[in-house]
Nanobody
Framework: QVQLAESGGGLVQAGGSLRLACAAS????????MGWFRQAPGKEREFVSA????????VYADSVKGRFTISRDNAKKTVDLQMNSLKPEDTAVYYC?????????????????WGRGTQVTVSS
C-alpha cells in the first residue's frame, strides 16, 4: 500500500549538514506516521525520529535531539530529515519507514513499510 524511497545521503565532514528525503507512493500516505531509523556497521537498527500524520507531533532520539529536524509534506508525499552538526558517530544507513498509527512512535515493530536506505558517512 505504501512504497518508500530514500535519497540525499552522501559524504560530509563533521560539523556539516545533509538533508535526507523520503518519497512515498500510495493513496493513504497522509494517514501514516513516518519515521527515520539508522543502522551503523555492527549495530542494531535504531530509532532516529518520527512525525505524526499532521506534523504537530515529533519525537527524536536523545542522540540527535537539537541537531536533526523531521518534517513532512503530505501534498508532495515526502518526509525529510534535516541533519545539522553531523558527527562521525552519525555514520549509518538511514531508513525511512511508515506506520499505521495515530501518533509518532519509536518502536521499530510499529512500522509496516520500509525504504531500502541511503548511506550517510561523516568524516572527522
Amino acid at each position: 500500500q505504501v512504497q518508500l524511497a530514500e535519497s540525499g545521503g552522501g559524504l560530509v565532514q563533521a560539523g556539516g549538514s545533509l538533508r535526507l528525503a523520503c518519497a512515498a507512493s500510495g493513496r493513504t500516505f497522509g494517514r501514516y506516521v513516518m519515521g527515520w531509523f539508522r543502522q551503523a556497521p555492527g549495530k542494531e537498527r535504531e530509532f532516529v525520529s518520527a512525525i505524526n500524520w499532521n506534523g504537530d507531533n515529533t519525537v527524536y532520539a536523545d542522540s540527535v535531539k537539537g541537531r536533526f529536524t523531521i518534517s513532512r509534506d503530505n501534498a508532495k508525499k515526502t518526509v525529510d530529515l534535516q541533519m545539522n552538526s553531523l558527527k562521525p558517530e552519525d555514520t549509518a544507513v538511514y531508513y525511512c519507514a511508515a506506520a499505521a498509527r495515530m501518533s509518532a512512535v519509536v518502536t521499530i515493530t510499529a512500522y509496516d513499510y520500509w525504504g531500502r536506505g541511503t548511506q550517510v558517512t561523516v568524516s572527522s
